[in-house]
């Protein structure tokens, strides 16, 4: 058995326990621990950082981009307020000074994944496309754990091609856009239900109406509030501000509200996460 065969089975197995467990939390509690994302992360750092040192021998380089990443670690799950300059200037010297002279090489090109694909989706998260906290941390460990797609007994089906596109459309990136594919059926029921019950509307893809007194014992997100006297329409709040929010509504007489339901994203990820390390990406079939 070959050194990345027993890396990539290992991978699988620890990473699919984890999620696994995650999923469980997320499903049945809608909050995930950060033990696992420690885990996942810690275990991914020093599996790669183990594999890298087999291909071409320890270097350097290896120890830097090692020390920015557990940096990142730091930074995604560790809730006490970090000075920015004592993580963020460090991170950012620890991954540019080994990267940039040797983006040539392939396994440094899947070292610099691991930065870029934390910038990705922080990002993503600050703008409210990825939601969930615990979906942004299982995120940016899985690019920490597969900087490459993981190889084992002939998985994943689908060959993975030695293209720009395989580089670009990374492991974790993957995940993200399969299981964001995953959400599809939930947002066509929306659409049906909304459709037979008030007709067409600009939500009818991302929610539906509730009774604000079951909305208040259920896992939804409202999606309006009372602002300036006015109903207006909002983006998914904080979780603080959801009883504030039922509150103004109840005070103004209304008696439902627009709600979207707060989906254990974590299971679809890990979903994802299986199917690709078994199936593969199908846009390699494309490009």
Avoid at 7 to 14: D, E, M, P, R, W
Wanted: hydrophobic content about 55%; some cysteine; charged content about 20%.
């Amino acid at each position: 058995m070959e050194t990345e065969e027993i890396l990539g089975i290992s991978a699988f197995v620890i990473t699919m326990a984890i999620l696994l467990s995650a999923s469980i939390k997320d499903w049945k509690e809608r909050e995930v621990p950060d033990i696992h994302w420690v885990v996942l992360g810690a275990a991914g750092l020093i599996m790669f950082f183990s594999y890298s040192v087999y291909l071409t021998g320890f270097r350097w380089e290896y120890a830097c981009l090692a020390a920015g990443t557990a940096l990142m670690l730091l930074d995604i799950l560790w809730d006490k307020e970090l000075n920015p300059l004592l993580i963020y200037l460090p991170m950012a010297v620890l991954f540019i000074i080994p990267l940039y002279p040797n983006l040539s090489e392939d396994i440094f090109r899947a070292w610099a994944s691991v930065p870029l694909c934390y910038l990705v989706y922080v990002g993503l998260y600050l703008v409210s496309i990825v939601r969930g906290g615990a979906d942004v941390k299982c995120l940016i460990t899985l690019s920490i754990m597969f900087p490459l797609y993981p190889r084992f007994f002939g998985f994943p089906l689908i060959d993975i091609p030695e293209t720009l596109f395989s580089q670009i459309f990374v492991y974790s990136i993957s995940v993200l856009f399969v299981a964001a594919i995953m959400v599809i059926p939930v947002a066509a029921y929306f659409a049906a239900r909304n459709a037979k019950e008030d007709g067409f509307s600009k939500r009818m893809f991302s929610g539906y109406k509730m009774s604000i007194s079951k909305a208040e014992n259920a896992d939804v997100w409202p999606l309006e509030d009372i602002v300036d006297g006015r109903l207006t329409s909002i983006k998914i709040p904080d979780d603080e501000e959801i009883g504030d929010i039922y509150l103004r509504l109840k005070e103004t007489g209304r008696e439902d509200v627009w709600v979207t339901p707060m989906i254990p994203f974590i299971v679809m990820i890990s979903a994802a996460a299986a199917f690709l390390m078994l199936i593969g990406n199908p846009l390699f079939l494309i490009f």
